[in-house]
């Protein structure tokens, strides 16, 4: 077997040729002159008292998103909340949340870099290939919000469908994808950043990131991010608007700026010889062959970076199904103008400025570092260029990384902490109630129409009593009442409010939930600190790569073949019911050590073999054969595994999403998330749950919204646009200046869009929360029991200032 895949890789790379390397065409023109590469020019000091302000007005917005969120919306502290804001993120925000995260400093940076290697497609096929995994996300965003809500993680649904040994798998697998995006992340930061400032060493620089990073997300959490994250968008949307500009119009008419118009520019890269593999030699045609391998190569490796990293799932957890689904989607269009219109107009340039020059700007291992964007922006723009892009570079290690640090953070609190490390009960047996392990009860509501046609929901609590007073209930099923409601909860937070200011902390007194409600606040104190170990962890992490020679370049096209076998089978455990666990396993395992092995025999058949590792493995070619064997065995093996091995009975299959349904926390049930969705009425304490009918029912036109919208984006960015593109073969300076002018009109209509919709949408989610906290006061000064259904403590909090006027009339009375 491994001589027939060594025979076919080598009749692939003779087909492709030894000539398909990435080798900069321009470092072998002018090659007797020095290359310009970037100068270090900024001072340290006012580099730090930059990194510094930004770090504290982190700070600062995240003390204010806590203030918002307990005052305004009467969250409690919890680890729940910690980790998905509340869980009703508007659209608008998430859209912000996906942009930044998906805004790596290799995005900023590696962008440019294809861009000067293969002109127009370059950026093109950076673009669409990382935007279309965002968009077709969009479906398993809103699978996982309506087959499992409660769950934090997708690795909870793992547990539950496949158990342990599936679990352990994924948890290594998902583990290892946040790390190699934190070193992608940081391999760029410390890169640009010492390239930039003046005397700033690599372990210096290592500590500022560190220290950004882990500064407001330990104070603020997954909801701090979201807001730092808006503007952090903002002000990277301003930068590259500013660039472009600069580099297209010059309106301030710097003698340093040669170009200042699309027409120059086409004229230097008309004179410019392009690689081998484009057609005519010619920066200015989409018919590349390095250009649509790196394309493909780019979309197997960042499905694998989106589905398999934890910090997706966690913007879609923190909302709710319809709003995720159009927060991805408009996420995923307004990030693909960042690539697509900065690589255009500095990748671009970069080849316009060496052609000027007779002399490429950067030597070929100062390209692969991302250098790009620095020396053309210190070269058009000279000093204030400096700042412009170490701004860039600070918002985009300072988004991602936050996202990072908190991904992982809930996978150590929810997946290995909770179930490995010190769970609740030792002896918990799966699928019962986490309070008092037996058996749970059955939820969902009775489906039976009254006589106006609807649905007559019993209320959870009543269903508790009228069951316990007929004693249906047998020895081994789950008789714990709901927190929602609870009497004793309520008074223990009433008391403990009351004792907030003493240096004591006052016990949980409620004998069903109170050792759990201990218990989940000692996960916030432990969440606290992987935050901080793992923002800590990142220092040597980074040094450790760079002392070993990786570069940006070979981390990012590396990606794929390590994590590409997890894309189809995480994928199916939210939307294929027949999917079993040893199919899971097989899958990545097998695609893993696949996408390996090809990678590695297909390295050692060039020159220096093995022993030139970081180079042939590197390579272009290398990359895409092990990419391509990653995901392809992966989901091929756990396709056939799961149709031998699993069943196809539709009672089966809802058996088997009922126990991903089940997957909640006692003390903030999922149901209470959908109140307005179902209509359930909140001035009583009915919590009922949705069937899998009712919720596939209500949400139906969304998930249509995502396959339909994310299918007919995803067919026009790969296929439909670039083949029309390549009918031009090479563009004339008329079709030239109109892309460039097209790039600059997307990426305007998102900065807009991402700077107002978020905005508008929050402030006026803020004045309809206060409005209707008023109106619940004025129901409570006249006696009435005004609460608001929601699984965030706004229900508790009403109930404690009820119990709190109780105890004052009472006392008032003795007195009397």
């Known amino acids: 077997m491994n001589l027939l895949l060594f025979l076919f890789l080598c009749a692939l790379k003779g087909i492709y040729g030894q000539g398909s390397t990435t080798e900069d065409p321009l470092t072998t023109v002018g090659a007797n002159i020095t290359s310009l590469g970037v100068r270090p020019s900024i001072k340290l000091g006012y580099a730090l008292l930059l990194i510094l302000g930004f770090g504290v007005f982190s700070v600062v917005v995240a003390i204010a998103f806590n203030l918002v969120r307990k005052k305004v919306y009467h969250d409690s502290d919890n680890v729940d909340t910690a980790f998905d804001a509340g869980g009703n993120v508007s659209i608008g925000l998430t859209a912000t949340t996906i942009v930044s995260q998906w805004t790596w400093s290799a995005t900023l940076l590696q962008s440019s870099t294809v861009a000067s290697k293969y002109g127009i497609s370059g950026p093109f096929w950076y673009g669409a290939g990382a935007t279309i995994q965002i968009l077709m996300f969009a479906t398993l965003s809103i699978q996982l919000k309506t087959k499992a809500p409660g769950a934090k993680t997708f690795l909870q649904v793992i547990r539950a469908r496949f158990g342990k040994n599936a679990h352990i798998v994924f948890c290594v697998f998902a583990c290892v994808t946040n790390l190699v995006v934190m070193v992608s992340l940081l391999l760029a930061g410390t890169s640009v950043m010492t390239s930039l400032v003046e005397g700033l060493s690599l372990e210096l620089a290592c500590l500022i990131m560190a220290a950004v990073i882990g500064s407001y997300t330990l104070i603020g959490g997954l909801g701090a991010t979201f807001y730092v994250s808006y503007f952090n968008t903002s002000l990277i949307f301003a930068m590259i608007m500013l660039l472009v500009i600069e580099v297209y119009y010059n309106p301030s008419g710097r003698e340093s700026n040669p170009l200042g118009s699309a027409n120059v520019i086409y004229s230097y890269l008309n004179q410019t010889k ?121 918002m985009a290690v300072m988004s991602t990384g936050s996202a990072e640090i908190i991904a992982v953070a809930s996978i150590i609190v929810y997946d290995i902490y909770q179930i490995y490390g010190l769970p609740f009960r030792r002896n918990f047996i799966e699928g019962n109630c986490i309070l008092c392990n037996k058996a749970l009860r059955k939820l969902d509501a009775e489906q039976q129409p009254d006589e106006n046609g609807k649905v007559n929901h019993t209320s959870t609590t009543e269903l508790y009593t009228m069951q316990k007073e007929v004693e249906v209930f047998e020895e081994d099923t789950c008789v714990c009442p709901p927190a929602y409601g609870c009497p004793d909860c309520a008074a223990d937070h009433a008391r403990r409010r009351e004792f907030s200011d003493t240096n004591t902390e006052e016990p949980y007194r409620c004998p069903t939930h109170g050792k ?65 666990s040893v199919a899971m396993i097989a899958g990545v395992i097998t695609g893993c050590v696949s996408g390996l092995t090809a990678w590695l025999i297909m390295a050692s058949t060039y020159e220096g073999g093995l022993g030139d590792f970081l180079k042939n493995t590197g390579r272009e070619l290398v990359m895409f054969v092990g990419n391509c064997c990653s995901i392809g065995v992966g989901g091929i093996v756990c396709i056939v595994v799961s149709l031998v091995t699993g069943k196809s009975k539709s009672d089966k299959a809802h058996e088997e999403w009922e126990k991903t349904r089940n997957i909640e926390n006692p003390l903030h049930p999922w149901s209470l998330k959908y109140a307005e969705e179902f209509g359930i009425d909140t001035s009583t304490s009915t919590i009922w749950r949705p069937t899998q009918e009712e919720m596939a029912k209500i949400f139906r036109k969304a998930r249509l919204i995502a396959i339909i919208v994310g299918l007919v984006l995803t067919v026009g960015l790969v296929i439909i646009w670039p083949s029309s593109m390549m009918s031009l073969v090479v563009l004339s300076e008329t079709q030239f200046r109109m892309w460039t002018q097209f790039s600059q009109v997307w990426a305007f209509t998102a900065a807009v869009f991402i700077v107002t919709v978020p905005l508008v949408q929050e402030i006026y989610g803020i004045i309809k929360q206060v409005k209707q906290n008023r109106e619940n006061a004025q129901k409570s000064s006249m006696g009435e029991d005004a609460h608001t259904v929601k699984s965030n403590g706004a229900y508790v909090h009403d109930q404690e200032q009820a119990i709190r006027k109780r105890s004052e009339q009472v006392e008032h009375h003795t007195a009397l």
Do not use: H
């Open 516 to 580: 759990y409600r201990q218990y989940q606040d000692s996960l916030m104190r432990i969440k606290s600190w992987i935050i901080l170990w793992l923002t800590m962890f990142t220092i040597p992490l980074i040094l450790f790569c760079v002392g070993v020679g990786l570069n940006l370049g070979w981390v990012y096209l590396f990606t794929g073949v390590l994590i590409g076998c997890t894309v189809v089978p995480i994928a199916l455990s939210v939307i294929w019911s027949r999917v079993t």
């Open 274 to 394: 392009g690689p081998d593999g484009n057609t005519e030699n010619s920066y200015l045609t989409f018919l590349s062959s390095g250009g649509a391998l790196f394309g493909v190569i780019n979309i197997i490796g960042n499905f694998g970076t989106v589905f398999c990293d934890q910090s997706y799932w966690q913007s879609s957890v923190a909302a709710k199904p319809v709003q995720g689904v159009w927060g991805f989607i408009a996420g995923g269009l307004t990030w693909f103008a960042i690539p697509f219109t900065l690589a255009t107009t500095m990748g671009l340039s970069y080849l316009a400025l060496g052609t000027l020059r007779g002399a490429p700007l950067l030597s070929p291992a100062d390209v692969d570092k991302g250098l790009v964007p620095p020396v053309v922006a210190q070269v058009l723009l000279q000093e204030s260029g400096e700042y412009v892009l170490l701004l860039l570079i600070l």
